[in-house]
């Protein structure tokens, strides 16, 4: 059974670029979460989506969009790059009937 | 708002030293508190859901209790391989967001 994966691992980008992260659920999971893990501190919540569609977001600007797919992958868009956005990228699904999230390996992304 | 706070920030161990994790937490409406082993660049790894006061849950060498206040995560004679960062946090609903504490980094020394 296959986890939560994530594409890519490493990804450097130049400030003021886009980026789009990939993630693909655990099997049997509809929900995605995507979190921002900044060097020595804890996951920040982006956003969820479920059934296509945005359900919640944390305190993040308009420059971090995102889309779920009909199978339930999802992906991260980040726009108009800032040095303060290089951080690792974590995806996170679960059951929407379940409380337990289940993280992917994450991507590094560093903006130079 | 809600809170998580998580002490000690590190904690260097003995193999064989026992010694516990706390996570002290400010939420209303808790539905689950939970906890997640990380090691370095890597995604967290699902350990605990805790749902009441009193629930205890046991992995391996690791325990986790909850109280109304806060939750600790004991590690029973630990060996160099549980070095890693232990993260806490909590849901307000099922479903909910996750809000994490900074997480507690253990080094336990051979």
């Known amino acids: 059974d296959a986890g939560v994966t994530q594409s890519p691992t490493h990804l450097i980008k130049t400030r003021g670029q886009q980026v789009t992260l990939r993630c693909s659920p655990k099997s049997g999971h509809d929900t995605v979460s995507w979190y921002q893990q900044a060097l020595g501190q804890g996951p920040q919540f982006i956003f969820q989506y479920y059934e296509e569609e945005e359900r919640q977001r944390g305190n993040f600007p308009d420059r971090f969009s995102g889309h779920q797919f009909p199978n339930y992958s999802s992906e991260l868009n980040v726009n108009a790059l800032l040095l303060g956005d290089s951080a690792l990228y974590l995806c996170?699904?679960?059951?929407?009937?379940?409380?337990?999230?289940?993280f992917g390996p994450g991507t590094r992304l560093t903006v130079t | 708002e809600d809170q998580v706070t998580q002490s000690p920030e590190a904690l260097r161990l003995q193999e064989g030293e026992s010694s516990s994790l706390n996570c002290s937490y400010t939420v209303s409406g808790l539905r689950g508190l939970f906890w997640y082993r990380q090691d370095p660049g890597k995604g967290p790894e699902f350990l605990f859901t805790l749902y009441s006061a009193g629930e205890e849950k046991e992995k391996e060498r690791l325990k986790a209790t909850l109280t109304k206040k806060e939750s600790f995560l004991h590690i029973t004679a630990p060996k160099p391989e549980d070095s890693a960062t232990y993260l806490c946090a909590v849901a307000k609903a099922a479903g909910n967001k996750l809000t994490f504490g900074g997480g507690t980094r253990v080094l336990v020394k051979p």
């Open positions: 996170a699904s679960r059951q929407v009937s379940s409380y337990e999230q289940y």
